[in-house]
Structures are given as C-alpha cells and as structure tokens.
C-alpha cells in the first residue's frame, strides 16, 4: 500500500474531528458531537495543523472557514470514513442474498448421500452460495486450520485439538450389498455363503474400518480367500456393478440411503452381524465458529444428513 508507512504515524482519530469540523465548521458543534471539551477539540486542531504542515481553518467572528487545502481533503475524506465504518457495519446474514464460496472435503459415502439434496435445498434458498467439494484431501485438519478448507465431513478422527469442533452426523455399521435379488437375499448369508461370490473392493480412505468379518485368532482375514471381481474407487461405478451382477459390496451401512429404482441394491443378512460402528462427522476450525455464514451451512448440513438416514 502506497504511503502505509506514513499512516502509522497518524492519529486516525484526529481525521473523525477533522471531518466533523469541515462539516459544522465550529469549535462548540465539534466537541458536543464527539462529547469532547473545547479545548480537546482546539488541541486536536493543532495537532492537524501539524501533521499535514498546512493551516486548515482561519477563525472569525462566525466560527471556522476553512482554507482551500482543507476544502480539497472534505470528499476523499468523507469517503474514507464511510468505506472505513463498513468494516464495522455488520449486517444480519441473509442467506438469500449472501454471495460467496465454501470448501468442503466430503468422504464419498456422505457426499453421494448429502450433496444432491443440499444443492436442492441452495438453489432454493441461496443461490449466491457457491460450494466446492474434494472427496481426495490429504491434511484435511491442515486445510481447515489454514483457510484452505471450511468443512470436512468424514469419518471421526481419532484425536482432535481444541482448535477444531467437530460433531457426529451420523453412525452406522458395516454391511454388504447385493442385488435386490441376490441369490443370498434368501437367507442368512454365513462367511462361507459370501466366499461364493466375487467382491468389489473400494479403493477408499480407511476401508479397513469396514470390513465385517475380523479374523479370529489363528484365522486368515475374511479377503484373503474372498475372490476379487476388481478394484475401484469410483462408489457410483461400484454400485451399478452389483445392481447388475452377483458381485458383493462390502461398505458402510449409509451406502443403503443410495439405492434407487436403477441402482437396486440391499444389505445382506449375515450370520455375524457387526458389532463395531462408525461414526461420521461434520469437523471445522474456530476460526469459523463466528461466522454466521457457516453457522447457517453446519446446521443445514445436520439437518439434511438426518433427514437422509432417517
């Protein structure tokens, strides 16, 4: 900025009783509207005089007249202080004409399950309201505390400062998806049952969290036996896959908020029911926690993620 030096040394007070005395032009008027005594207001006068190395006022019998170098600072000045109290002027959000732009990281599962129906509900609401949204973040507490990231929504972290909120969407447990009419819908599926069956396998953050049948001691982990169909880590592709084949899914319960007409799938019924759940969260820095805006969004995003799993 061109002369911030020089501005350290001014006394931005001293431009506030400059701007009333251009406008009411008397000592008197000045120090009732700043509830300042006469001789504050004479004394500041001075100091004015001093700071720009010009005389601003010659007195007379009326009050002030201003000279002609004091008449040249009245409109930049005016303005300046306007622009200057917007900085202080805080108005109530108004999320119908709020324009803006928010950073989410979203763990695939939520995203698939929130985002469409809380684009729905912006549309709608505020249209001014922009959202970006990365399912692949690494750092994510680090993205949040830099500026970078307003919201992560994913699964619980493990251990978290006091420098974060974070507060639990929802929880499930895990299960695996088939077609609606699986071969396996018919019963109670055993671990042997599943072992006939080809698997998706999710490349996705975490995805051990998921698996339902642990290994026992002296027991080989359930994939080590369970043939493999492929690899992705596209959720949507995955889905379509075993609406259509007798490919399994094993994933987060959420994953049965997604089933559609086209995308027909349901959890199995399995002989050892998890007993582990997870938890997913809505996590931001305090940085925001004053922010109306993002106040507004958190609570949105709450109520929506309920009204999806309920």
Same mark, same amino acid.
């Given at each position: 900025m061109k002369n911030l030096k020089q501005l350290t040394h001014i006394d931005l007070n001293l431009l506030v009783t400059l701007q009333v005395l251009l %406008?009411?032009?008397?000592v008197s008027v000045a120090a009732s509207k700043l509830h300042l005594t006469q001789p504050a207001i004479s004394k500041?006068?001075?100091?004015?005089? $001093?700071q720009f190395g010009e005389p601003l006022f010659m007195r007379v019998s009326k009050g002030l007249v201003p000279t &002609?170098?004091?008449?040249?600072? $009245? %409109?930049p000045l005016q303005q300046w202080l306007e622009s200057a109290s917007i900085l202080f002027d805080h108005e109530p959000f108004d999320p119908a004409s709020w324009k803006g732009e928010f950073a989410l990281v979203a763990n695939e599962y939520l995203e698939m399950l929130v985002l469409p129906p809380l684009m729905q509900f912006l549309s709608k609401h505020a249209p001014g309201v922009v959202l970006k949204i990365r399912s692949q973040y690494r750092h994510q507490l680090e993205g949040l505390e830099d500026g970078d990231l307003d919201f992560v929504l994913n699964l619980e972290f493990s251990e978290l400062s006091d420098q974060f909120h974070s507060e639990v969407l929802y929880t499930d447990s895990p299960a695996i998806f088939a077609r609606a009419n699986h071969p396996l819908r018919k019963k109670t599926a055993s671990r042997e049952d599943l072992l006939?069956? &080809?698997r998706v396998a999710l490349r996705m &953050?975490?995805? %051990?969290?998921?698996?339902l049948f642990h290994p026992r001691p002296g027991q080989a982990s359930l994939n080590m036996h369970w043939p493999l169909a492929y690899e992705t880590d596209n959720l949507t592709t995955a889905l379509a896959t075993i609406s259509c084949t007798d490919c399994l899914l094993p994933g987060a319960g959420i994953l049965a908020g997604l089933a559609t007409k086209e995308l027909n799938f349901k959890a199995l019924t399995t002989t050892s029911p998890p007993q582990v759940r997870i938890a997913y969260c809505l996590v931001s820095h305090r940085r925001v926690q004053h922010s109306p805006a993002h106040q507004w969004l958190r609570e949105h995003i709450k109520a929506l993620v309920q009204k999806q799993v309920r």
């Open positions: %406008e009411h032009r008397s500041a006068l001075g100091r004015l005089r $001093q &002609p170098f004091a008449l040249s600072l $009245q %409109e006939r069956y &080809p &953050p975490d995805m %051990e969290k998921f698996m």
